[in-house]
Nanobody
Framework: VQLQASGGGLVQAGGSLRLSCATS????????MAWFRRAPGKEREFVAR????????NYADSVQGRFTISRDDAKNTVYLQMNSLKPEDTAVYYC??????????????WGQGTQVTVSS
């Protein structure tokens, strides 16, 4: 499974971005998908996850109510809609495929990352 993240960029505080993660392979629907992020000088942290079949979603407290994760199995793509962005959301965002978890070790496949920068 290969993952390709896109959609990052520079946005002002309060703005919105939508990240996409396109995947290859016929087994996309069997994987849980997640977004993680790494801010400068910090560890990679969990942002959001979605189970296979989109039956469950879960968010980090820091993004709850502002970010929405979704998936389109027909397009083998997972999305992260980010609204009301804050400067502290600035990070490289990574998509991942694996087991439904908030831990990086549960995910077997990773995208290359896309930079999100939020200016104040």
């Amino acid at each position: 499974v290969q993952l390709q993240a896109s959609g990052g960029g520079l946005v002002q505080a309060g703005g919105s971005l939508r990240l996409s993660c396109a995947t290859s392979g016929r087994t996309f629907t069997t994987y849980a998908m997640a977004w993680f992020r790494r801010a400068p000088g910090k560890e990679r942290e969990f942002v959001a996850r979605i189970s296979w079949g989109a039956k469950s979603t879960n968010y980090a407290d820091s993004v709850q109510g502002r970010f929405t994760i979704s998936r389109d199995d027909a397009k083998n793509t997972v999305y992260l809609q980010m609204n009301s962005l804050k400067p502290e959301d600035t990070a490289v965002y990574y998509c991942a495929a694996g087991s439904y978890s908030t831990h990086t070790t549960a995910y077997d496949y990773w995208g290359q990352g896309t930079q999100v920068t939020v200016s104040s």
